[in-house]
């Protein structure tokens, strides 16, 4: 019987070789992401999903093929297939949904982060990666909660020595808001906590509720949009047991943020504890200009934070922060083969109460090579301007006859819809744009009316874009 042959050496991306081998790869994705978005030709692939399905179907033939085309060829093909059938968050007409078009310079660090390949879940798998993610969380967390930030995490019973802000890197919002949770629950061991929070909260609140076995949650109705500090006190004055009131900064329909000064002293009124969702307005705490609509979000027991919203991150890139870096101790686990005692006691950092998942890559590199690279202040800008863009954009289509503006935006989301036009013809607008491929629009149910819905998250889009969008709308409201 004959030896199979060996197969043939497959470069690695780490090692001393790992650049040499990428840096020709690296050539073929770019040009084929350019080659992809020239033929897309705007912000979505035109034809709907049965064109674009054909399309990839087509392009891919069998998915497991008895013999490769080699890397160059694969790439090229599906790079650009990829790129043709995107919907491309950096395209000014691409504005539905809290999805941001990422920084160059965060998606070279996450291209780093693929290539060495560290894993959270032991300090021998991620020695550097470890103790950077400790210093940027802890100082991200220090930024939200208006504190000083030095050393590493603190550890101990919660609510003994100094507090010190903290927080965990997450997928985004919808971990984060489960990990809030989570932590609600084990600091009432012997009574169930009740989750209660307003109509406009995120999705994910009332899903972790389930997924942990809480009582079902209380919804109040916001009939304005926002959590009425009136209307929880009543609700609070009913409620027995310890309670978690949910609160958000930057609602995903209306980018709207709650009253949080008046929501804590209600909290503290009735002794219920308080969590912030703030994955979309969080990073207004670095804005000097914008800082103030998160006042009282100090007074809070913990908050998330998305940084692939108004962070400009490739997804994912959330953070849940604690006032307290203590409080999370309970999410601490031990595995000998990944944190023995002995390991432990002789200085090697715990890494798995750092999150609830195991394998874990290391996503803070792309935020602290943006931090380091923009600082404070060049981040403040691109929230500043994102958020100026969509005033002007509110601005223009107020002024137009054809449209109605549904109320001044507070963040960068702005609902309108054409004068005089019933709901059915609205959604059928927005489904004709993305069947074209030339606009990408959200759709938000307010004042018993659907509104269409553009999220404004590009710090590029300029005047004459906008002038644009304007122009495609009005030529759309005819047909």
Known sequence: MTAPEPAPPTPLAGGTAGPAALRPLLDTVLDALAAGA?????PLPAGGPEAVTARVRATLGDPLPARGTGAGEALTTLVTLLAEGAADPADPACLAHLHCPPLAVAAAADLAASCLNPSLDSWDQAPAASALEALVTRALAAELYGTSSTGAPTTGTPGTGTPTADALITTGGTESNQLALLLARERHPRRPVRLVHG???HHSLPRAAWLLGLPEPLCLPTPAGLLDPAVLDRALAGVTGPVLVAATAGTTDAG???PLPEIAAVCARHGAELHVDAAYGGLLALSP???HLLDGLDRSHSVTVDLHKLGWQP???GLLAVP???LLAPLGQRADYLNAADDT???LPDLLGRSLRTTRRPDVLKTAVTLRALGRAGLAALVDRTCATAQRLATLLDAHPRFEVHAPPVLSTVLFRPVGMPDPEVAALRRGLLLDGRAVLGRATADGRLWLKATLLN??????????LVTLLEGSTHR
């Open 289 to 291: 200009r914008h800082r």
């Open 345 to 347: 006691e002789a200085g």
């Open 256 to 258: 709207l943020i709650d």
């Open 324 to 326: 307290d870096g203590r």
């Open 315 to 317: 997804a994912a890139a």
């Open 199 to 201: 109509a406009a909260a």
């Open 38 to 42: 020239v033929a897309r030709g705007g």
């Open 459 to 468: 710090p590029r889009t300029g005047p004459g874009d906008l002038d644009r």
